[in-house]
């Protein structure tokens, strides 16, 4: 790995690479606290602050690549004289594509949001608030042996068709929509999966749209394979959403690629040229939200493979009614 790293800081004109925590650092064997120092010719050295970080820098050095990441304070802390550029030029690229260990790591973080998913169908929703099953839901993933629960949403009702929304004190009634979604860390790698319910009975038209949303996944995993821009599957996936007359509600991306970090390349988007190769993993999420009514989206973790998107989430997609 580390060959291809110092191919690729020559290629990019980059005489040293300085990381902190983060999925870079990680990528590159960092662990625990402190920065990791790569450079063309010494073996990746750690260091506890950027002061140290910096005297490993070779005092010649033209170009030093930072993490995304990194402070401000770290960086005037660097003290460099060198013209300082993104790490991720270096790395972004490597990291696209995972090893069947990586891609095993990122099966185990589906299995575990799969297996909560599951049992979340099996709880008491009536009358509970969001904030308090969100709650239950991160311990439940713990219990699983994920080594972090990175995020989980529940939102109800109206608050499901918010992109982003934090689990608060709305209590979960008969015929509310029910978006939940957990994402957990194992082995390192990240994985989300989303699934919707609906209390007691869904709400009117709901059914309708959620069909939508399915159809736009499955047309986005049809495309996924080794060779097809990732703008192309993404593209497909909105098409669907657009055909249906729900384009206006539909969100923006319908895919990003899940690893180390839980939001990177590639991104089944329209402006990513991106070509799919295998080991990529990538998050298909298509989603529509009607404001102020309702909101679905359908998450699942799959690994492009020679033969096409395999499934690393398994539970069903179909829409659960709670009754109890």
């Known amino acids: 790995m580390?060959?291809?790293?110092?191919?690729?800081?020559?290629?990019?004109?980059?005489?040293?690479?300085?990381?902190?925590?983060?999925?870079?650092f990680r990528y590159l064997?960092?662990?625990?606290?402190?920065?990791?120092?790569?450079?063309?010719?010494?073996?990746?050295?750690?260091?506890?602050?950027?002061?140290?970080?910096?005297?490993?820098?070779?005092?010649?050095?033209?170009?030093?690549?930072?993490?995304?990441?990194?402070?401000?304070?770290?960086l005037f802390s660097l003290r460099v004289e060198a013209e300082l550029v993104l790490a991720s030029a270096v790395l972004a690229p490597l990291r696209l594509t995972r090893g069947p260990a990586e891609v095993a790591a990122s099966e185990?973080?589906?299995?575990?949001?799969?297996?909560?998913?599951l049992l979340a169908r099996e709880l008491a929703w009536f009358g509970a608030t969001e904030r308090a099953m969100a709650r239950r839901l991160r311990a439940m993933m713990a219990?699983?042996?994920?080594?972090?629960?990175?995020?989980?949403?529940v939102a109800a009702g109206e608050h499901s068709a918010a992109a982003r929304h934090t689990p608060g004190d709305r209590v979960i009634n008969p015929g509310d929509a029910l978006l939940v979604a957990?994402?957990?860390?194992?082995?390192?790698y990240c994985a989300e999966v989303a699934r919707v319910f609906a209390v007691a009975e869904p709400p009117e038209d709901f059914e309708a749209m959620y069909s939508v949303?399915?159809?736009?996944q499955r047309a986005a995993l049809d495309l996924l394979r080794p060779g097809v821009p990732a703008a192309v599957a993404g593209r497909a996936a909105l098409e669907v959403i657009e055909g249906s007359g729900y384009g206006h509600y539909a969100a923006e991306r319908p895919g990003r690629g899940v690893g180390l970090g839980h939001d990177e390349g590639?991104?089944?988007?329209?402006g990513d040229p991106t070509v799919l190769a295998p080991g990529m993993t990538v998050c298909v999420e298509p989603a529509i939200y009607l404001p102020e009514l309702f909101g679905?989206?359908?998450?699942?973790?799959?690994?492009?493979?020679?033969?096409?998107?395999?499934?690393?989430?398994?539970?069903?997609?179909?829409?659960?009614?709670i009754d109890h």
């Open 213 to 216: 949303v399915l159809a736009a």
């Open 108 to 117: 185990r973080a589906a299995s575990a949001a799969d297996a909560v998913l």
């Open 2 to 24: 580390i060959d291809e790293v110092r191919l690729r800081m020559a290629e990019e004109g980059i005489d040293a690479l300085v990381l902190r925590p983060s999925p870079d």
């Open 266 to 270: 590639p991104w089944l988007d329209p």
């Open 296 to 321: 679905a989206r359908v998450a699942d973790v799959v690994v492009c493979t020679p033969a096409g998107a395999e499934r690393l989430s398994g539970s069903s997609q179909a829409l659960h009614v």
């Open 143 to 153: 219990e699983t042996g994920c080594e972090e629960v990175l995020s989980v949403l």
């Open 182 to 188: 957990v994402c957990g860390r194992w082995g390192g």
């Open 29 to 74: 064997g960092g662990r625990g606290g402190g920065y990791l120092v790569v450079t063309a010719d010494r073996p990746p050295a750690a260091a506890s602050g950027p002061l140290e970080a910096a005297a490993l820098i070779p005092p010649a050095a033209r170009r030093v690549g930072v993490d995304p990441e990194m402070r401000a304070v770290e």
